[in-house]
């Protein structure tokens, strides 16, 4: 099972709303990060949690808090949204393998669409 | 730092024709190198992988082969068909734990019967 499921598919939320995006997976993986994606960009990373820690934070602002409750569950809490955070967040897993054939895979959800309106 | 280049196209086709994408990259160590395809509306599916210099890595027709000496891993596919159509992501891994991968921006694929 490579899958990683992602809820709600899509979100429409006003500026004073908020909500939370959920991800989970079961493969085992001991890394999760939360991406963004803009149309027609590429992923930009936000959270790396690493064994349930946060390892990485590229700067993203406080409005998105992520948590990781435990291995398999990854949330990223919203509030107080700007026009500009509409985007499709997405939700990846990895093996913490630094050697072997499964070094630096990534699976990906299919990722929440959300509007801020 | 480390980087990822791809051509950005779009690119348009018709099917059955050949198809190459252009990746390269540039990075210390030894990186693991990654295609991943997006379809409209959904995330990001992994096309395939290499994780060492020769490897070739393949799937669903398309192929790319790690060159350490050109720091390229080009993508090929011999007959595209419409279902093809989407957009691909050349990537890169560090191989460090717990680290981003590293992708070029993108190439869309058009491809018409």
């Known amino acids: 099972d490579t899958e990683v499921t992602q809820t709600p598919k899509h979100l429409v939320m006003g500026m004073t709303n908020k909500k939370s995006l959920k991800c989970e997976q079961h493969?085992?993986?001991?890394?999760m990060y939360w991406y963004k994606q803009k149309a027609k960009k590429p992923p930009e990373l936000m959270f790396v949690?690493?064994?349930?820690?946060?390892?990485i934070n590229e700067s993203v602002p406080s409005r998105f808090s992520p948590e990781c409750p435990n291995s398999s569950l990854l949330n990223l809490h919203l509030h107080a949204l700007q026009p500009e955070d509409s985007a499709l967040y997405l939700c990846a897993s990895s093996q913490e393998a630094t050697s072997g054939p499964r070094r630096g895979e990534q699976y990906f959800g299919p990722g929440t669409r959300l509007t801020v309106t | 730092g480390d980087s990822v280049t791809q051509m950005e196209g779009p690119v348009t086709l018709s099917e059955e024709a050949f198809l190459t994408i252009n990746c390269t990259y540039t990075a210390t160590g030894y990186p693991s190198l990654f295609w991943y395809v997006q379809y409209p509306g959904e995330g990001l599916q992994l096309l395939l992988k290499?994780?060492?210099?020769?490897d070739k890595g393949s799937n669903k027709g398309f192929e790319a082969t790690y060159r350490k000496e050109t720091t390229s891993f080009h993508l090929e596919k011999g007959s595209v068909q419409v279902s093809d159509s989407a957009v691909y992501f050349c990537?890169?891994?560090?191989?460090?734990?717990?680290?981003?991968?590293?992708f070029g921006k993108g190439t869309t694929l058009s491809v018409s019967s």
């Open positions: 493969m085992g993986h001991r890394a």
């Open positions: 990537a890169l891994s560090s191989n460090q734990a717990g680290t981003a991968l590293i």
């Open positions: 290499a994780t060492k210099a020769d």
């Open positions: 949690y690493s064994y349930e820690k946060l390892s």
